[in-house]
């Protein structure tokens, strides 16, 4: 039998606001995020270093688990390949955003990170330690807002590379129009609401009509790799009528894929507040509404929590509290989990 591990752990690279990582994962009472440097903001590296530091992890984990691994969600029989490249890269170091969300942390309404990877990735294409194949996942903060990001994604498009963006869509991208066109690259967007009203409410700027133009714009491009996104916040956007005019409004546009989940970061900061009451009569309504409007639909990760829990508990609503512990229960049990599933 293989050791356990993950391809993140050999190839992966993941930027943060001040350090540089193996992946972007927290799990299992605070573990995970397995630190390559401290106190990083955009530097050149020295990737001998990263191999060398790498290549010890690697080496502990085909004996035991390591601490920082120990109980992730993502280990599973793996067989290391023991080369000196990156194939998978994340960049999680942007705290720039064009939004200001109420579910978002508040380093990212008003944050100023956004130090450029540029130059570092196209160094490491230079120096052979590039492995095509993989992939690039960008969010925030607001990935194109990222210093250039335009560029960066061309180096990935042009290196074999399909880059994965997490956007507010309020400004559009052209090179993110071509990775989707070439079938290289998605996009997600969290638009959460189907009028300007509710919008604003939710990300507390004026930016409804932009948004609704680069999603036009996108699933023009692709509509296979467009997928609009709508968060479930309590009192806010969770109710039937709103559900109802996201889906004509998604209709509209031509999207083809959604998805829909709780939102974590507004229960985080709303502990005592309860997951809406009606959650699980919503999520049958959008999978109603999907089918009745030829669309897939995808529930994502701690969506996928609360449906198992319909299976085993009568319980007409949760509170926040109670959500968390079902997750964190999920996560140590160590149960695979995915971003999403159909």
Same mark, same amino acid.
């Given at each position: 039998m293989n050791p356990k591990g993950c391809i993140f752990l050999e190839e992966g690279i993941n930027f943060e606001s001040n350090s540089v990582t193996d992946c972007c994962i927290s799990h299992n009472d605070g573990r995970g995020l397995p630190v390559i440097f401290k106190d990083y903001n955009g530097e050149m590296i020295d990737w001998e270093k990263v191999f060398e530091i790498k290549a010890q992890r690697v080496n502990a984990q085909k004996k035991e688990t390591i601490y920082d691994c120990d109980g992730c969600y993502r280990l599973f029989d793996y067989q290391f390949k023991d080369e000196k490249k990156i194939s998978e890269f994340h960049f999680s170091h942007s705290r @720039?955003?064009?939004? +200001?969300?109420?579910?978002?942390?508040?380093?990212y309404s008003s944050g100023t990170t956004n130090y450029n990877t540029y130059p570092v990735i196209k160094d490491l294409i230079e120096k052979g330690y590039y492995k095509a194949?993989?992939?690039?996942?960008?969010?925030?903060?607001?990935?194109?807002?990222?210093?250039n990001f335009e560029e960066l994604v061309d180096l990935f498009l042009q290196n074999g590379t399909v880059v994965r963006v997490h956007s507010s869509a309020i400004k559009y991208s052209q090179k993110v129009a071509e990775a989707l066109s070439k079938n290289k690259g998605s996009v997600v967007i969290s638009i959460d609401s189907s009028t300007n009203e509710t919008y604003k409410k939710i990300k507390q700027?004026?930016?409804?009509?932009?948004?609704?133009?680069?999603?036009?714009?996108? @699933?023009?491009?692709? +509509?296979?790799n467009v997928i609009i996104k709508y968060l479930i916040i309590p009192g806010i956007n969770d109710n039937l009528n709103e559900i109802d005019g996201f889906f004509k409004l998604m209709k509209s546009l031509g999207v083809k894929k959604i998805a829909v989940d709780i939102e974590v970061q507004y229960a985080r900061k709303h502990e005592n507040k309860y997951v809406s009451p009606h959650i699980y009569l919503l999520h049958d309504y959008f999978e109603y509404l999907a089918k009745k409007n030829d669309m897939e639909l995808l529930t994502y990760s701690f969506f996928i929590y609360v449906l198992r829990n319909r299976k085993i508990s009568k319980m007409r609503f949760m509170s926040n509290k109670f959500f968390f512990n079902l997750v964190l229960k999920h996560h140590n049990q160590k149960e695979k989990n995915i971003m999403y599933c159909r």
């Open positions: @720039v955003c064009n939004a +200001k969300c109420i579910y978002c942390s508040d380093e194949g993989g992939e690039a996942t960008m969010q925030g903060g607001e990935p194109t807002l990222m210093q700027v004026d930016a409804f009509e932009l948004v609704c133009e680069s999603i036009k714009k996108y @699933v023009e491009a692709s +509509k296979d």
